[in-house]
T-cell receptor, first 114, second 111 residues
Framework: DTGVSQNPRHKITKRGQNVTFRCDPI?????LYWYRQTLGQGPEFLTY????????KSRLLSDRFSAERPKGSFSTLEIQRTEQGDSAMYLC????????????FGPGTRLTVT | AQSVTQPDIHITVSEGASLELRCNYS??????LFWYVQSPGQGLQLLLK??????LVQGIKGFEAEFKRSQSSFNLRKPSVHWSDAAEYFC?????????FGSGTKLNVKP
């Protein structure tokens, strides 16, 4: 068990470009969550999956944000037409029922939009 | 509005002193409650959680928290702080699979 991994760890992009982040959960964890954390704030919940089903996405920040988990394993978070306000740390977490759905967090992807 | 409030942005305590970090939430029902710690450059780590039952819950690293329904509070405590406890602490709630974090309390520990 190597924990939750996220790639890339850092991403610098120009405004208007699209970016995609990847999250690999702990193996066999059936739930996967995405959060955004800006400086001085707590994580802000965006969306979560149970297996490949996206069960909550009302908190995605705009229609520029989308997430997928096509085979119920890794997940991707895409931001289209990035804006400077999208600069933040994007966190992924995973959980499963055997652990009372305790969320294990990855190290995050830091996005800087110039 | 639904919210999680951590009223103390920064707290400084001396090593060996006791610690209490405050957390209040505003939801209609009792949500699941959590405390996480985030050290610089580290991921969030769960300290403890409350789902139901005994309102005093024990966690890792000597931390405990008490749920008080009447006050909608879930304060984190530690009887004797160690220098390694310096970090940022977040209170969080799971309200029917919608997750909310407070804005965090940064803890500094004086030698």
């Amino acid at each position: 068990d190597t924990g939750v991994s996220q790639n890339p760890r850092h991403k610098i992009t120009k405004r208007g470009q699209n970016v995609t982040f990847r999250c690999d959960p702990i193996s066999e964890h059936n739930r996967l969550y995405w959060y955004r954390q800006t400086l001085g704030q707590g994580p802000e919940f965006l969306t979560y999956f149970q297996n490949e089903a996206q069960l909550e996405k009302s908190r995605l920040l705009s229609d520029r944000f989308s997430a997928e988990r096509p085979k119920g394993s890794f997940s991707t978070l895409e931001i289209q037409r990035t804006e400077q306000g999208d600069s933040a740390m994007y966190l992924c977490a995973s959980s499963d029922k055997t652990g009372d759905y305790e969320q294990y967090f990855g190290p995050g992807t830091r996005l800087t939009v110039t | 509005a639904q919210s999680v409030t951590q009223p103390d942005i920064h707290i400084t305590v001396s090593e060996g002193a006791s610690l209490e970090l405050r957390c209040n939430y505003s939801y209609g029902a009792t949500p699941y409650l959590f405390w996480y710690v985030q050290s610089p450059g580290q991921g969030l780590q769960l300290l403890l959680k409350y789902f139901s039952g005994d309102t005093l819950v024990q966690g890792i690293k000597g931390f405990e928290a008490e749920f008080k329904r009447s006050q909608s509070s879930f304060n984190l405590r530690k009887p004797s702080v160690h220098w390694s406890d310096a970090a940022e602490y977040f209170c969080a709630v799971d309200n029917f699979n919608k997750f909310y974090f407070g804005s965090g309390t940064k803890l500094n520990v004086k030698p």
